[in-house]
């Protein structure tokens, strides 16, 4: 049973250009997070999508967005990219109940 | 908003050793989840706590709540280099069933052999 498939798993972009990543949730969920995780802090919530609507957001800029396809698979959108936004992107799936959150293994973003 | 403090923030010990790491909510907890994550990869998860009072072992390790305190304590049992990794603890706020995952900043744990 595949797990959260994330890719590319890394990626190296240059200031104010923008980058796409994408997330295949875990078989049997519906719901599908973004998290920033900056070196040695825990992850930062930017939001969560289910029925293709963004449900819930964090405290990011609006250069964030991000999508949600009918087979619940998931992209996330940054903008004019910034050097703060080097970072561990990761996804999360989970089914709605409260039955745990599974994440993939991350896209490691660089921004130069 | 919720916040969630763990410490130690890092934690040297021998092979062997027991050890605990605490996670203390600044609200109310309904669900606390534990967390661990090697070093730039992704978080393999270890146990989800939801009532108080209850306790779950997975292998040596074993996980708390005590939802009076608002605090959930991570135990390890005769430590193992394998042990070693970023323990991260997350919690979601309100007691729904979605929501965004809070996390404390992590405790970084080595395990000397």
């Known amino acids: 049973d595949a797990g959260v498939t994330q890719s590319p798993t890394h990626l190296i972009k240059t200031r104010g250009q923008q980058v796409t990543l994408r997330c295949s949730p875990k078989?049997?969920?519906?719901?599908v997070s973004w998290y920033q995780q900056a070196l040695g802090q825990g992850p930062q919530f930017i939001f969560q999508?289910?029925?293709?609507?963004?449900?819930q957001r964090g405290n990011f800029p609006d250069r964030f967005s991000g999508h949600q396809f009918p087979n619940y698979s998931s992209e996330l959108n940054v903008n004019a990219l910034l050097l703060g936004d080097s970072a561990l992107y990761l996804c999360?799936?989970?089914?709605?109940?409260?039955?745990?959150?599974?994440f993939g293994s991350g896209t490691r973003l660089t921004v130069v | 908003s919720q916040e969630l403090e763990q410490s130690p923030q890092s934690l040297i010990v021998q092979e062997g050793k027991n050890l605990t790491i605490n996670c203390t909510s600044s609200?109310?907890?309904?669900?606390l989840y534990w967390y661990k994550q090697k070093y730039g990869e992704g978080l393999i998860f270890l146990m989800m706590?939801?009532?108080?009072?209850e306790e779950k072992s997975h292998e040596k390790i074993t996980a708390k709540l005590d939802e009076k305190k608002q605090q959930s304590s991570l135990h390890i049992t005769a430590s193992q280099p394998s042990h070693a990794g970023i323990y991260l603890c997350?919690?979601?706020?309100?007691?729904?069933?979605?929501?965004?995952?809070?996390f404390g900043q992590g405790t970084i744990l080595t395990v000397h052999p």
């Open positions: 999360a799936s989970s089914n709605g109940q409260l039955r745990g959150y599974t």
């Open positions: 997350g919690a979601v706020a309100g007691g729904t069933s979605y929501g965004k995952l809070t």
């Open positions: 078989s049997g969920h519906d719901t």
């Open positions: 706590l939801q009532k108080g009072g």
């Open positions: 609200k109310t907890l309904y669900g």
């Open positions: 999508y289910y029925e293709e609507e963004e449900r």
